[in-house]
């Protein structure tokens, strides 16, 4: 299971290593929202929630799916700018269909790629109310969201701008002042191996699940997902983040430019499990399925009904699959009114190990 993008048609200087102060506000702010995923921030995850105002605070939560499960393909900027203001003013340039169907994939969920080929929320009675019904599936304050974003999609905007903007003032910038020299180091060292040994070094030196193929036409992301996507004349860019391991993001949707974040660092080594654990684990996970399903789960909690649309797959099929995932111990279920939900037992992933997590994690 991989992302291919092809390379073909970009010139090599349209391959592109640089920093963005967007793309690491959207990791602390996933950070913030998943501190399960990043324990080595969870003091830092801690210490901001202490200190943030409660209205900024509420704000944070009512747009956490744009970060949280994955994030909005507006979030990680293709071509990255020197301030997170001139990043922002590029987001105000997208136009309002871009824009909310961007953030529907991560408050819906859903396959990036039908969701740009289907019709517009904004235009079409069904679509909207079909985006309406799963963002509810996954909660009040995500369908209200949601519902704000369909009705009124230029107020949502600038408050989500005016939220990251107060996120500067209340965290970003001291932090990204402690991540800049690691970034700027990072990015020093990958675009000497570009411009010195070519592309396949430089990919090798930014994870080992990122490869160049042998004819050269394409770069591979080993991810559980099996998807493409071209780069075209645009190119590929690359964004270190110190706030981002063990996750490895990838915009892939069609019509967006391919962009990866990478982590400047690899996790260190997990806790040992017992054998009867691991076994007992790895039977359920001894299926592709099964993984993709943890993969949907990682980045938060799921129907029966939305896992089967992500994947598609039935619903029967995949309530067997989550029935063996459960036995295991690596998920749990609770009921939310008329939906029952699922939902990764971290812990229990991170017992088996540091290469399972960082797998399905990115």
Not at 113 to 137: C, F, I, V
Not at 222 to 246: M, N, W
Not at 255 to 271: F, I, K, N, R
Request: aromatic residues 4%.
């Amino acid at each position: 299971m991989t992302l291919k993008i092809d390379i073909s048609r970009s010139p090599s200087e349209r391959l592109r290593f640089a920093t963005s102060p967007l793309a690491e506000l959207t990791a602390m702010l996933h950070v913030l929202s998943e501190p399960g995923h990043h324990p080595q921030h969870a003091g830092w995850a801690a210490d901001v929630w202490a200190a943030l105002r409660p209205e900024l605070a509420e704000r944070l939560r009512e747009a956490e799916f744009l970060w949280r499960s994955s994030q909005a393909d507006f979030l990680i900027p293709a071509r990255p700018r020197p301030t997170l203001t001139e990043e922002l003013d590029d987001v105000d340039l997208i136009d309002d269909e871009r824009y909310v169907t961007a953030a529907l994939v991560t408050t819906c969920g859903g396959n990036r790629a039908a969701s740009s080929a289907a019709p517009s929320p904004l235009a079409d009675a069904a679509a909207r109310e079909r985006a309406l019904d799963l963002a509810q599936a996954r909660g009040p304050r995500q369908g209200a969201f949601a519902e704000r974003l369909l009705t009124d999609p230029g107020a949502v905007r600038a408050r989500v701008r005016d939220t990251l903007e107060q996120c500067a003032d209340a965290f970003f910038d001291a932090a990204w002042a402690d991540v800049t020299v690691r970034l700027a180091t990072d990015l020093r060292l990958k675009n000497d191996l570009l411009r010195h040994q070519g592309l396949g070094p430089a990919l090798t030196s930014v994870s080992g699940a990122i490869t160049l193929a042998p004819d050269g036409d394409r770069i591979i992301v080993d991810k559980l997902q099996d998807k493409s996507t071209t780069a075209h004349t645009a190119g590929v860019t690359f964004i270190p983040s110190v706030f981002g391991r063990p996750h490895l993001v990838a915009v892939h949707t069609p019509g967006w430019q391919p962009v990866v974040q990478y982590p400047v660092a690899e996790p260190g080594p997990s806790e040992p499990v017992s054998l009867e654990t691991v076994t007992l684990r790895l039977e359920a996970l001894a299926h592709p399925v099964r993984l993709r399903l943890l993969r949907t789960l990682a980045r938060g909690p799921h129907t029966t009904g939305e896992l089967a649309h992500t994947w598609e797959l039935s619903p029967p099929e995949v309530s067997r699959h989550l029935t063996v995932l459960r036995r295991a111990g690596l998920l749990t279920t609770e009921r939310h009114g008329r939906y029952v939900r699922n939902t990764l037992n971290l812990p229990g992933l991170t017992a088996l190990g540091t290469d399972l997590l960082t797998a399905v994690l990115r």
